[in-house]
């Protein structure tokens, strides 16, 4: 099982699913055309070596494919999302095992649970180099622009944390941020989302919000926060699930939240209850663009730190089949046998009520 993003990068490579390329290319239009062309005919994944306005390179396209899906989670095939899907539906709904053979597959699912846990690292990569303040230049990331009718430069695949004011249970959400300033973004979240909810308790009490998006984790960590999870239950115990070991985790410099030891760039930063920025138009999952949307919440980011020679994780949506559908097929095979015993319950209920 890979390490971190670059580790996974290496074992694409290795397998021949890793393209570079050393050519000049723009993040504004051109890179997402490349991206675009070479997802649609099922290809490798892209390292961008060169890019315009920016010292660092750009990676796409890693998820870009159902197998590479089932790499990141440590599998050889697409038949073992299955499998995990399985192990999950047992925690999802526990009962009392009444046979041996279930009291031992409950036992070893337990056991994977205690070592899912995640683990702390006090001298973190992520921190290798530290931005504060009037060092905080978020124009010299390697931002896409993907499609012409965009408003502006976007972050697409940063994990978002925040968390709860109340409870202080952690939520990790994948949102959409455009460029506003060199020190600000505004985010794109349903109501529905975890960090929505953080900030309307901020707001209740007066408070700000503090916010970290971790740029460039290992896919596993990617497809744990695109998991809609219940309130409650951690994103990174999800992620070590996965992939059968706690991941490590680093306290931020500035805000009070924890993020992946091995995030190849971190921002921080705080949103004030409130403070919103005109976002949109940008091109969405289903292929048109969403609106302008004059109500987004500001994020002030005073702290940037990343690893030494970090690289840029990135991807685009649009008309699928995008990325983010690749993920959407793999995450649909884990849950279904999870949705499965819930639809059977559902409607041996409803035939018991009919009777
Ligand atoms: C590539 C990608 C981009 C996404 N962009 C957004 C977005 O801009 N806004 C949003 O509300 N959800 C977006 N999502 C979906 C959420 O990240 C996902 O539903 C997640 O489970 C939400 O977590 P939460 O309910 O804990 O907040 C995106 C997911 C992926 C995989």
Redesign the pocket.
């Known amino acids: 099982m890979a390490k971190d993003l670059r580790d996974f990068l290496q074992l694409a490579e290795q397998r021949g699913k890793l393209r570079r390329i050393s050519t000049l290319v723009d993040p504004n239009l051109e890179i997402a055309e490349i991206a675009n062309r070479m997802l649609q005919q099922g290809g490798p994944a892209l390292l961008f070596e060169n890019v315009k306005g920016s010292p660092y390179p750009v990676a796409v396209n890693v998820m870009g494919t159902v197998e590479r899906v089932c790499w990141g989670l440590g599998m050889e095939h697409p038949s073992e999302l299955e499998d995990l899907g399985k192990k999950l539906a047992i925690l999802y709904q526990p009962r009392p095992p009444k046979k041996i053979s279930q009291a031992i597959e409950l036992g070893k699912v337990l056991f994977d649970v205690v070592k899912a846990k995640p683990g702390r690292d006090f001298l973190p990569s992520c921190q290798q180099v530290v931005l504060k303040d009037e060092q905080v230049d978020l124009t010299k990331l390697p931002l896409l622009r993907v499609y012409p009718g965009d408003a502006d430069k976007v972050i ?2 940063g994990l978002m944390i925040t968390k709860d004011p109340e409870t202080k249970i952690p ?6 941020l455009q460029l506003q300033s060199k020190n600000t973004m505004t ?4 109501s ?5 909810r953080h900030l309307r308790k901020a707001a209740e009490r007066g408070q700000k919000l503090e916010v970290a998006v971790a740029i460039g984790v290992h896919p596993l960590v ?1 497809l744990a ?5 219940p ?1 409650d239950l951690s ?1 990174w115990l999800f992620a070590g699930l996965y992939g059968g070991s706690g991941i490590p985790l680093a306290k931020c410099k500035t805000v009070d939240l924890e993020v992946p030891a091995d995030s190849e760039f971190v921002l921080e930063g705080t949103i004030t209850p409130g403070e919103t920025g005109i976002d949109g138009p940008a091109g969405d ?1 289903m292929g048109y663009y969403g609106g302008v949307n004059e109500k987004a919440p500001l994020i002030h980011f005073d702290c940037i730190t990343h690893r030494k020679n970090p690289i840029y994780l990135t ?1 685009f ?1 649009g008309r699928p089949p995008k ?2 559908a690749m ?2 097929i793999a995450l649909n095979r884990i849950y279904t046998p999870i949705c499965g015993s819930k639809c059977l319950r559902l409607l041996t209920s409803s035939c018991r009520w009919r009777r």
Do not use: C, F, K
């Open positions: 697409t695949l939520n990790i959400g994948v949102y959409r985010v794109q979240w349903l529905v989302r975890g960090a929505t990617i926060a695109a998991t809609p999870l309130i994103e999952h991807t949506s990325e983010d993920m959407a």
